[in-house]
């Protein structure tokens, strides 16, 4: 069975190479949980407060938060319209805060936290 875990790897790895990579790499999933807690947290602090700026130029002068799904004295383009741009910005902070916090994890420890 060892000869067929080397055949299939073409002789570059072997069975114990490949069990001690996944157990760091789920080592590193295990680590990474906590940084990447607080890193989704500042995310959406950030994304909120950049939304609110948006909101601000974007949305009516008048109001000062977007319309919520069950106000009945907005229309349904400004409500969705809220939606689209909140999504977008959450999305795109989120991403880019977890991208970068895998980047430094993995020069702090050696090991990517995702795969």
Do not use: C, H
């Not at 080592?27 to 995310?43: E, M, N, Q, T, W």
């Not at 400004?78 to 993995?106: D, N, P, T």
């Amino acid at each position: 069975m060892l000869e067929l875990a080397a055949d299939r790897w073409n002789g570059t790895e072997t069975l114990m190479a490949l069990e001690t990579e996944q157990q760091s790499n789920t080592a590193a999933k295990i680590l990474y949980r906590p940084f990447g807690l607080v890193s989704s947290v500042i995310a959406g602090l950030v994304a909120g407060q950049i939304f609110k700026q948006v909101w601000k130029r974007v949305g009516n002068r008048d109001q000062g938060d977007p319309p919520g799904a069950l106000e009945s004295e907005y229309s349904f383009k400004e409500v969705v319209l809220g939606a689209l741009i909140q999504g977008a910005i959450f999305a795109a902070v989120k991403a880019a805060v977890s991208r970068s916090g895998a980047r430094a994890f993995e020069r702090w420890t050696g090991e990517w936290p995702g795969d």
